[in-house]
């Protein structure tokens, strides 16, 4: 029975506590084998079935690139529409994105179709493939900020038309696309409380059923 | 800037390499203050917007655990109805759960209603709000394997279903059912692999788009 010490325990809560969504970067370059050290916790994550559906493409050509980039512009100029007052005014004040910084960018896909594993616990709950990546993926953001360096994850996309932009695979779903580099700054509180947009709350009694 | 040492780098790495899915339990209790320990996990997850979507149940009482374990039941039955032969055989053979034997279960849901947040980074990609929930559960499991705790998530579930029984509020979605105790025993290969179901994979080279 492997054993973990209480330094350890005590420096994993102090990651999950400096982990952040990262959306302002320094432009210096990450080391490529920085980069695939934190890759490596994809391989080492649990899936449905042992169905490994994670699906990796690094965004880095300058076409592949301004498709993003012009995709979240328009999300996020229809995301401001739906705010009035001073939401849309704090709404439109936050930095959403690191696109236009992060030297390293990874579009995330599930491969819905894959054979692997047989379909074993994804029959009833399809969906759990797609979580076997976003599993993968916090493994990821994990390793990262071990190693220093900050992931940010953009969700104001129109998925679809993406990843017919990009040509992707018709059976692969993005999940996320990922913005990686060095982080300007460091907070153990998110973005988005220290800008007054929502605060953080603690977690309530477990109830039972 | 927190840095991280080496050491603390390797040991998060035999962390993902040692957490496995468990479904082989001892059945003596877990410590309450060992599980709230873990369960803080869940408040420092990443969630889209800061909505902090996650909803969870302590699955406790005879009723709500047998409503469980006979939905599951008829699940890995229709489940086994899909497979031939070999393939068949090994999947009767296979155990899927341990919900007959560990001491904690607790049902992780999605409120898709919250306002927390203000729907923000959730309009064109409202799974998102699921994906927040599967990070905190990710976070969750390793904070449980860094105490020496084993989690088993069971998704052969008819979802729907097993909700309307535990009469769940309607906007919540069934994200995971975890099994929660002491492993019987220990392993860095995932049992699927070393029963024979399926081989992980070693991550191809990430390609360039």
């Known amino acids: 029975m492997v054993q973990f010490s209480d330094a350890f325990r005590q420096d994993l809560a102090e990651l999950m506590r400096w982990r952040r969504d990262v959306r302002r970067f320094r432009t210096d370059p990450v080391p490529g ?41 328009a999300a996020n100029a229809d995301a401001l529409r739906g705010y009035r007052g001073a939401r849309a005014e704090t709404y439109a004040g936050l930095k959403l994105s690191g696109m236009d910084d992060a030297p390293e960018q990874i579009a995330v896909f599930c491969d819905d179709a894959t054979t692997q594993g047989a379909g074993l616990g994804a029959r009833t709950m399809p969906e759990t493939r797609r979580y076997s990546v976003v599993c993968a993926i916090m493994q990821f953001w994990l390793a990262a900020r071990a190693e220093g360096l900050g992931v940010g994850w953009v969700s104001i996309l129109d998925a679809p038309s993406l990843c017919a932009a990009w040509k992707t695979p018709k059976d692969w779903t993005l999940v996320a696309y990922l913005c990686i580099g060095w982080p300007r700054d460091d907070d153990t509180a998110p973005e988005l409380e220290r800008l007054g947009w929502e605060e953080r709350r603690a977690m309530p009694p477990l109830e039972m059923l």
């Open 33 to 73: 084998p920085v980069l695939d050290r934190c890759l490596q916790s994809f391989a080492l994550a649990p899936s449905v079935g042992l169905s490994q559906p994670w699906r990796l493409r690094r965004i880095g050509s300058a076409a592949a690139r301004t498709a993003a980039r012009d995709n979240f512009r």
